[in-house]
């Protein structure tokens, strides 16, 4: 359960969620419902799930929330809730909302004193993202960012053997992600999901790239730690008349010399959800699947290949910290985007309770890694865009 | 969201659950609570966590419960909640204790109107299970038994195959579920599960057979619709020491002609909880493991392998219902339980509302399946014992 | 290649082989040519390939041999070869027919002075069994059985991993072997295999045992060196109106105390070749599949599984010997029977130079173990039959 | 048997065979002796295996080719067959020698009217490369590359399912090729192919791309018949002081749209001979793994995945002819590499008893592939040390 780690927290209760967007047929929606209150520390307690009140109330009664607490817009959600009595305002506000509304709503949620976890990518433009990030730091308020593959065990483990040596030098990443489900143009056909994902004032200058392929790059940049000195990007779209791109490889020149190899696609038949990453040290390599994600594969420069598995005595705190049930008992996609709420919320109660958060506590994607998340896709556009074949992508 | 199917349902709350046992310390306590609340529908309203009030309280305060509605004893918990206001009395209590409590803590619930979530194996007796059969069709209540195993949607998809001919007539089916927990003699260091799970007052005249041979037997049942004609087992006991059985295999004679083998083992060194299954008919096959459980392996008579996939749109609506996230997105073990969860107390809301509960929401398994569990762990125990090599275990 | 280990090998030429069966139609034949010939030690200079001598010819033709040494039976084979100059008689000859005439052959071809690498099960009864022991024990020759999977390059890795200690003292055996040819009454529609391996008075008293349950009994005596105490069995014919069975299954004691399950079954609809083996010690396990040879799976007591690979530095001298090509590079079905055929080859070659074969070199199954088999086939039809739980089948 | 399809064939005898390289601790000259004689329609009667006499002859001894037969020199072999009669001569000979020499010794064996199969790349140069073409167009006599991958069953069941469109238009393909033998510098410790592979005066213009990008190029060629249109490659040396690279990564735009990525690399960590494939149509996608290559993933825009397997009876022709035993009997590197040999050599008997050779026997690697692989070399060198981003790399 996700209470205070110290002794006697002095809160003693659930924190207070807010939801904007996350209506019905937002399937993202329900999990992130499913991840807030898997370990019992919050409780949802007002949302702007639609861009009506009427659907955003019918989603409300399913939700069994009182009317009263549930708006049409996520401004009057705002003024409402800042208008309740102190110990009913909400501690966090979670958004769930196409691309372009995240930057909007989350400095005013910020600015209203209100912690915010947010889906990515973080925002449509650099410029929005560099100004999140002022305000953030100016609120000193917790934002977190979904980038739930980073938050599976395994691939905590993972960052950890790098961290540790036991891979030695990095020296090659290859992380891929095909997916299948644009590849009929299913945005004619009114799909919601595809209608706002390929259209760039609300998607942003990127499709396929900003969906997916930031999850790759922050995932990549979580395990090995490397930062990118150059790219050269080629970005497609296969489907006639999308407006943004379905597909996209990457190559990278990290900091130091490591390679790495970044493709994203949205049109891979068969595919279903097949990030991967494999990465290669001068003395071992891991590679690790999101489709079976209670697996980390290790190999040493001698001997045989070693499968670690969730739930195993032998793996680091932060794994293990990341998992609830016994090896053998499948986790899934639900537990690992839980781990980014839990640790974002034991952060916010720490902080509610005057303490400082354990390094444990802080590991979830924050407003930084959504800055450089935006700062990717950016590059990678400008890159495919490019006759220039290396295309200085170093943040800065 | 676990809400009544037909519009307009009447309840408009969650359900109330109470909980017996799950105390600090039990996995399976923290699985029952998460996978209860996961759909929304379910509220933890009180507990009887413990054996010592001290200990109920402690749990009970990390879950946010008011210390009035956590108990020192299921008795108390009965009484206490009895003489609450209507509107706030358990609907359901979930039974969470070794083996041989079940008995009496679910009949008395269930003579006291509510109904019964209850750990497997249901009773430690046969005789108990009747009883509890008769006390379950006398009340008219609820009575759901964790077999969280036959809960997958790549289960439900299995036994959908077999019922619509896809692989003609079974003919052949083999269950294995090895594990490696009892490897070392445990139960002598405190190891809390293994104490209770290895002394025959507790947990019955089988223990791995009891603990995870029922899951096995269930697991058969449920895919094939087979029914045992007569067993031929082999108990093995292979920590000297230890009171009960660690290691079994049976054979089985199904009526109808087709053959199964069984095995259930908790000292296969390296194994973590590998129940799978393979049912072999004259037209095709499936295969599945619970480790990976987010596909099924199919076998056409002819053809090349198929995987079905949880999320497919081609799966049955009992698979389809079972599932909460698009392929590709892993769910695991927590999913499967919420399962039975979720049609257990759907089927509560039902006769709550005063309509007949849906084929899709009785599927779960019941009383019936408790009783059958039981009565194999006592027919493979007395045919361990038997120089008869075929022992006739059809059920009456 | 095949040479004498010892430097200055008197012999310096290749081996002569001669066959009896293996005629068209027959893939094990082509197997047995190809095996044989794989490392160069070995040239086919004479057979009786087929029943008449139009189709012994038509073969011999086909592989170039000189009609004059193609003969229409055995027999004549026998006198033929004889009444050669020394110096193009047979060294060896490979015993490729049905089941009922591998003793006579392979007893004339004994006590002619020919070595012989025969085919399994060895015999039909245990009584021809226990007389080529005699013969064999009587000529001193070599006798090779081609129990082809134990060859594999990673099944002689888990022997040695058993024989060192690696997974402790040996509790749990599991064997299985699933196939899918026998599914259908094929021996109706003429298939040549079907019709004598359905035959009992061609395929001795035994099926589907004596085809593949011989090769799963002897990989498990193999690896672990397990002697059986005692066995329970069930045996079943699915197709209606075949006269042996098509599925099996084995319970065993082992002395000792180790426990097995083993079963072998020719109508799993959708296997192909799917014999495997999982060993469970007390301080170690592992897992191996013939339809993925190259690898195997090994689990100590704690710590992540590993999958050890053929070509492997860390292998053990078996192993390696029996692997011809670098990791990475996949061996097959081929290469294992080959290593029969190598290490039977290399034992004749020592005998004719006047050396004590290597250890390595005698490591092939021999008459003991076809005459084991046959016992084991025995005694499982035995158990089948009677109502007695447990039938004593320790060999002596 | 590798007879003339044609009945009543002509020639009646195994080709004869001349090898030059593959000597002692040449892995590939054992292979190639195995695959030429798998079938049995190939004699291997002469060789030049090593650069001395006395190496050479040592070699030929353990083979047991009588020393007259067995020369220091291509040129010596070259001559010393030539004056050998008619009915012992050469009908082909392997070229297995690095790669600087491929091209006098096969233009050499052609203008004496000997057909040749050699290792790939086929030389150092295109201008090499070209001038082999012609020779072979020339002499009209058979030319085979040992681009072995390609000869795997299910590869030609791969390029058979595009070819019928059950991929629909090929959209994305993804070339994969981890090894890590030359992750430590060992050509310094005297490693004889690390020697040779990493000197650009033997080995061409590049290191890696040229030993197994070519590999991955020529199969990405061969199963989707894509013409690459331009690239943009980046290479990379990451163990100090090698002379050439060890890494290497290609983005491909084909002619007509469709996107590759073609990664090779000797340092990755773990890895064995990681070749894969994936190819997306917009019907339908496959996916292959040399480690693992009796399978062929495929996946059509809906429905399951299905597993095809070596052996089944639903297979194109092409990949039944390239297969010998039944599925679920795993084949390996060897029946690839002889499935080379046995086209090619089936190819030279068309010619030598004056018939047209069938589509199924000229299906293997050709002059052609071979130059177009050189240019692949050079045109990845090329744009690799480039600063323009596409460099077109149309062959033509």
Redesign the interface.
């Known amino acids: ?1 996700a ?1 205070c780690e110290a002794e006697g927290c002095a809160l ?3 924190l207070r969620m807010g939801m904007v967007g996350g209506g019905r047929g937002s ?1 993202i929606g ?2 992130h ?2 991840a807030a ?4 520390g919050v409780e949802l307690v007002a949302g702007a799930f639609a861009t009506t009140l009427e659907r955003s109330r019918s989603m409300g009664r ?3 929330l009182p009317d009263e607490r549930v708006y049409g817009t996520w401004q009057e959600m705002l003024e409402g809730e800042a208008a309740r009595p102190a110990e009913e305002r909400l501690d966090f506000v979670a958004v769930i909302t196409p691309n372009d509304t995240h930057y909007p709503i989350a400095r005013a949620f910020l600015e209203a004193g209100v912690h915010v976890v947010c889906d990515k990518p973080m925002t449509t433009t650099l410029a929005d993202a560099r100004a999140l990030v002022g305000v953030v730091e100016a609120t000193g308020l917790v934002f977190a960012l979904t980038h739930n593959y980073s938050a599976y065990p395994m691939v905590k483990q993972a960052r950890h053997m790098v961290q540790h040596g036991q ?1 030695g030098r990095v ?2 990443v ?1 992380i ?1 992600y ?3 489900w644009l ?1 009929r143009k299913i945005e004619d056909e009114g799909h919601k999901q595809a209608v706002w994902r390929t259209d760039p004032r609300r998607a942003g200058a990127a499709g396929c790239m900003g969906d997916i392929g930031t999850h790759a790059e922050q995932l990549g940049r979580y395990i090995t730690g490397l930062e990118i000195d150059e790219i ?1 990007a ?1 970005l ?1 779209t ?1 489907v006639p008349g999308r407006q943004l791109e379905d ?1 996209g ?1 990457v ?1 990278i ?1 990290y900091v130091g ?1 490591a ?1 790495g ?1 970044l ?1 994203a ?1 949205q ?8 990030l991967a990453i ?1 990465v ?6 891991v590679a690790w699947r ?5 697996h980390l594969h ?12 969730r ?4 793996l680091c705190p932060s794994a293990r910290r990341a998992s ?12 690992a985007f839980a781990n980014i709420y839990r640790n974002a919320t034991d952060t916010m109660r720490a902080r509610l309770c005057g303490r400082e958060p354990a390094a444990l506590e802080l590991d979830f994607p924050t407003v930084y890694d959504g800055a450089r998340g935006v700062y990717f896709v950016e590059k990678v556009v400008e890159s495919a865009r ?5 295309l200085p992508a170093r943040w800065a």
């Open positions: 359960m209470n003693g209760r659930a399937f329900a999990v419902r499913r209150t898997l370990d019992g399913e939700l069994r891979l020296q090659k290859v891929e095909p997916q299948a590849l050269c080629d497609t296969f597909d490889a190559l020149h010399g390679r190899i493709y696609s049109i891979c038949t068969g595919a279903e959800n097949g494999h290669y040290g001068t003395e071992g390599a999101q489709e079976a994600p209670n290790f190999w040493s420069a001698e001997g045989p290949e070693h499968i670690l598995k739930g195993g005595s032998d609830r049930v016994p090896g053998g008992h499948p986790e899934g996609f639900v537990e490019s006759q220039q074949k290396w």
